[in-house]
């Protein structure tokens, strides 16, 4: 049926169904009409027996193309995942990390999820009988905001801060402070496969906080850990 | 209004951006043209729109990103209405997005190559031209062989068997297998801008075809 219309269209001029177009509510009309997921069987069926085929075509496309059960059931059920919507599709997913350096060597990093700014180190305002992890405060947008000495928090030697030291704001589950870190590294691509669990050691003090190492060197920071560590809590 | 012209083939890699790009520059030099990228996030079409627009060359052309079918529509609604002609690049899935543009198509163009596979993703496309046909929405589907190499036997005969098998019409201008496409693509030129002559003349045949077809 669609063939000898096909072939009408082309024969002929174009006809008025044709001419008339586009009527947006017959397309999305048919777009809502589609139906979510075909039945297994269907699409099984759907995939042409090597018989109907043209000679020509059995020489050539179809003698490449396996006929046997396992290989059909496979190829259904490629047919069947490639015909989902795509939120359905299974993706490889790539998040970014922030990377920085702490002391000279060691790097870590920030998921993007919980990374709000970069700050320039400014005025860093002193606050008394408070641990010695917290740097100080800063006016950030109006409003105070903590600092957290990494180096001192994980109990890492201390250093000269340099040019290149920065705060990073981050934020989880409503809970915002600044991370004093000695220098910022770029952004970098990785996908949760690539990340392998840290291993344990001795005299390693921050390990709870550590989601994972990515390129054998660089630790992932878990930042529920993080700013939920009792250290951190004023209130409690 | 303008006329819309769908670029749409379920299976990824046979050329739709290539085919909605250079067929987008074409026209931008006869009239008002927008190119409609609905294959986000992947965007191939957007990003090459962006390389374009950095460089100066839009000129009559503008270039919109969509991520879904109530989207598109209302984009081509408001496209179709100031431009002469609106060119949709589709995803690569039987999706919603698909279907639409199927429907608001003028000329809705299938690239295929001669390829067994391509010609098998192709039967999903059919399905749905008789499902539309089955509720009377008349879709003017042409197959545009594309990465064609003419000389071998098994592209022509594949590919005279994969018209007879999907009951579809081709286009008589063919896109050879050429480099010119995806260097062109990713400097955000049309092949018109590249320098492969071969190139240049049959893409210059296909943008004629696809006018007299559309009746321009």
């Known amino acids: ?236 | 209004m303008g006329r819309i012209i769908g670029i749409v083939q379920v299976k990824g890699g046979v050329g739709r951006s290539t085919l909605a790009t250079n067929l987008a520059a074409a026209l931008a030099r006869h009239g008002r043209t927008a190119l409609i990228d609905a294959d986000v996030p992947q965007g191939t079409s957007a990003s090459w729109g962006k390389l374009r627009e950095d460089s100066g060359r839009l000129g009559q052309l503008t270039v919109a990103g969509v991520a879904d079918y109530r989207a598109l529509v209302s984009k081509a609604r408001e496209l179709v209405a100031v431009n002469d002609f609106v060119v949709i690049d589709g995803p690569p899935r039987l999706a919603e997005v698909t279907r639409a543009i199927m429907v608001m198509s003028r000329l809705c163009l299938i690239p295929l190559g001669a390829s067994a596979a391509e010609i098998w993703a192709t039967a999903d496309l059919v399905t749905t031209i008789k499902e539309a046909s089955a509720r009377r929405l008349d879709i003017n589907a042409r197959i545009v062989w594309n990465r064609f190499r003419e000389h071998t036997r098994s592209a022509r005969e594949l590919g005279e068997a994969g018209e007879k098998q999907l009951g579809l019409t081709a286009l008589h201008s063919k896109l050879g297998y050429r480099v010119a496409y995806s260097e062109a693509l990713a400097r955000g030129l049309s092949v018109a801008e590249w320098p492969d002559r071969h190139a240049q003349e049959e893409f210059a045949a296909l943008v004629a075809e696809i006018k007299q077809q559309l009746g321009v």
């Open chain 1, 1 to 236: 049926m669609a063939k000898r219309k096909v072939k009408q269209n082309q024969d002929a001029a174009l006809g008025d169904a044709i001419l008339a177009k586009p009527d947006f509510e017959q397309a999305l009309a048919f777009a809502e009409s589609m139906k979510q997921t075909e039945g297994a069987s269907q699409l099984e069926s759907r995939l042409p027996e090597a018989a109907e085929w043209p000679v020509v075509v059995m020489q050539s496309a179809v003698a490449l193309m396996p006929q046997d059960a396992v290989s059909r059931r496979i190829l259904a059920e490629r047919a069947r995942a490639m015909s989902k919507p795509l939120n359905q599709q299974q993706h490889e997913t790539r998040d970014q990390y922030l990377r920085f350096r702490l002391g000279a060597v060691e790097r870590y990093g920030i998921p993007y999820t919980c990374l709000e700014e970069l700050l320039y180190v400014g005025n860093l305002a002193r606050v008394p009988c408070t641990p010695a992890f917290v740097s100080g405060v800063v006016n950030y947008r109006g409003e105070l905001l903590t600092i957290l000495d990494l180096k001192q928090f994980f109990r890492m030697p201390a250093i000269a801060m340099s040019d290149e030291a920065r705060i990073i704001v981050v934020r989880h589950e409503g809970m915002r402070t600044g991370l004093l870190v000695d220098g910022v590294d770029g952004n970098i691509a990785y996908q949760d496969t690539e990340v392998s669990p840290p291993l344990s050691s001795e005299g390693v003090s921050n390990m709870e906080y550590v989601l994972g190492v990515h390129d054998g060197s660089v630790a992932l920071l878990n930042m529920k850990a993080l700013l939920n560590d009792p250290a951190l809590q004023v209130h409690r």
